[in-house]
């Protein structure tokens, strides 16, 4: 059978590059919506009076030190995919892949890390059904960890295919792993900061909204 | 997201067995095809569906297996297979998936593999729905919107399984919808071919991008409502479920805001409208300009109107809210953008007419469909223009006014242009052209039948005759002469219902014993009717990709031999002369 004869026509690693990002970007804006939706009502859903949030002063996470470690960790991860990012870019192979693998172990333990959070919690009785709060928490840690699965396939495709990439394509795997990572983190501090904080707040932000 | 090294040269080769070339197929025109016949054939399922509720709203008791809880069941299931699993894969995964690579020069989708698995994603969400029917209690019945909190409440069918299965098989939907919508929107904004810039693409190409977005934005709203449903109804959370009494018992939920669901599910409610639309607009304006053989008329003007239609719809939601009660100033502000969004619209249809005008308008099949799509759209978006109105909307809401309305311009309409498309399109995927005789009839059987059944409920829905009823014979102020235009309504909507089946026999049998249609049947100018081979093979362009030098719409070019100028021809004069055509397509180019 023909296989193309003109294979000056395939595309270029740029090429390859330009497409990639951008099909990352557009997975990032839907990714975005949702968790803006999800934001939104958890918003809504908070002006009702029966919200209390699992960082009332005699809730569990009143002192939200679990969060800060669990969230530690992401950063970590961000941060070595980061350097893996440089790395492979410098053609430093080796390195990247190390880096790319503690960026992996950083991530499980931020995964764990929520898990036991998880069983802390509801061991206390504090179920999902017990409280808006408490749903929204579960609920959006959960939706978020999903997400971070999602990167840790890529993650592990990157890793397991490795040897048989070309250096530029290998660069632009780690580099999109990385810009995942960040954004994820990203995403992760936004609601770290929304699910600890005071009805209060959220009756300040919807009024400053206009509502 | 990464490319394996071997993906790439897999690419350069054609896939060799039965297996990798039809089932685990990475080609675009093959998953266009598996999404098609999918589609197609759960479309089948809710047009059954259809019909035997109506037999119970013509001949009401008729039919014994149709009991309330049935009813509410088919009605569910219908009007979810029809908006979403039917018209959004279809248009979507089906068209976008055949046309793009073709229309923008790629040899195919930018990620395949993902496209693939996009396939087999729907295809799962697909069994999980169907599913339904079979578990205990059945399918749930709480209609498509599924608003809680009677979706999730004891009482409404199908509360212990199927609204499970219905949410999740969403989900799943969502996440096919998005790993398709990423290589739409990549393969438009990465793979053009040289020469190929924005404005030139075909409108085709630009309504399939823009509701690609609105698809990549909307559909998270539903995920949203969705997970949160779930989430109610499983883990006993009470994000949408008010305190309330339930056959005299108390229900262990308190507090949440049905009206959120609302918000949410119209939040992707109504860009769904026209993620159902939009590619209908484009598709239907090529068509109408390739068989009156004219360019179309205001091109930028299309280009513009598809985006700005596109960027509205995430603001007029709330206009199907009327009746659960807001403030009169959201109200006011939702039946304002409801309104200017009429605009942009109408604009649309005033340039398929100008397109139209003074054409060489051949009546084709797809022809007949594209004008009936303009009168049927017409009708329906006039309608919306009522609706859209606050006061107005009230005593229709909730009434046959509504079902006529959304039938006629998200029902008919698009459904039209799905038939006009495939017969236009059917050539350059088989080779061969469908039955025209058989084509007419489908034609005129399917318009006049659509408008006998769906115009006069417009009257039954001012009589107030309320939808989603089970049974109409007890209501004292519907006189008998609704009852007996339903029982014509039914007549004929049974008859055109089977009438479909001749669309059905004209696709497979056209596939064996179809007239040869040669490379370009209808002598268009776009690039999937310049492919070297036809129907085109893996790669599309497997030498050498063309190199495109005007816009798609180069028909009837004063001083042009042909009345067609085809996208791939040169504006060198020396060039000029079709017959002459550099770049290696001696088969593409007509005799
Ligand atoms: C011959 C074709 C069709 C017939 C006879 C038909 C008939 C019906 C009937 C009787 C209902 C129930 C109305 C009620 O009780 O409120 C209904 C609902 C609906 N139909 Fe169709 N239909 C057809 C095609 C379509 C198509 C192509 C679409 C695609 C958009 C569609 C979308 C819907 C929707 C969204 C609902 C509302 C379901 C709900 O209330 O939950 N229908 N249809
Ligand atoms: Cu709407």
Redesign the interface.
Known sequence: MSSYSVSAERPDYQTLNRRAKTGLRFLLAAITSLFFLFILALMIRAQFNDWESLSAPWNPLANPAPLWVNTLMLALGSASMQWARVAARKHHRELALQVMLLAGFFTLAFLVGQVWLWRQLSALGFYASANPANGFFYMLTGVHAVHMLGGLIGWSKTLLSAKRYANEKFSTAVELCAIYWHYLLGIWLVLFALLVCEPETFAAIASFCGF | ??????A?LEE???P?SFWTKYIWSQDHKVIAIQYSLTAIFVGLIALVLSGLMRMQIGFPGSLETVDPTAYYQYMTMHGMIMVIYLLTALFLGGFGNYLIPLMVGA?DM??PFVNMLSYWAYLLSVIILLASFFVPGGATGAGWTLYPPQAITPGTPGTDWGIVLMLVSLAVFIVAA?MG???Y??TV???RTHGMTLFRMPLSVWGIFVATILA??????L??SA??ML?DKL?????FMPEMMSLGQQL?H????PI?FQ??FW?FGHPEVYIVALPAFGLVSDLISTHSRKNIFGYRMMVWAIVAIGGLSFIVWAHHMYVSGMNPYFGFFFATTTLIIAVPTALKVYNWLLTLWRGDIHMTVPMLFSLAFIMTFLVGGLTGLFLGNVIVDIPLSDTYFVVAHFHMVMGVAPILVVFGAIYHWYPKITGRMMNDTIGKWHFWITFIGTYLIYFPMHYLGIQGMPRRYFSYEEIEFIPQSAHDLNTFITVTAIFVGVAQLLFVFNMFHSLFYGREAGPNPWRATSLEWQTPQTPPVH?NW????PVVYRWAYDYSVPGMEEDYTPQTVPDDPAHESIQHDEAGNPDGAPA
């Open positions: 997201m990464a490319y394996a090294e071997d790439e350069l080769h054609e060799h040899r930018v990620f998005t919508g990423l290589n929107v990549t904004l990465q793979a990549l934005l909307a559909f998270p709203a995920f949203v997970v949160m989430f883990l006993g959370t009470s994000f262990d308190k507090g949440g805001s959120l918000h949410l939040f790669g497997p030498q050498k990709l």
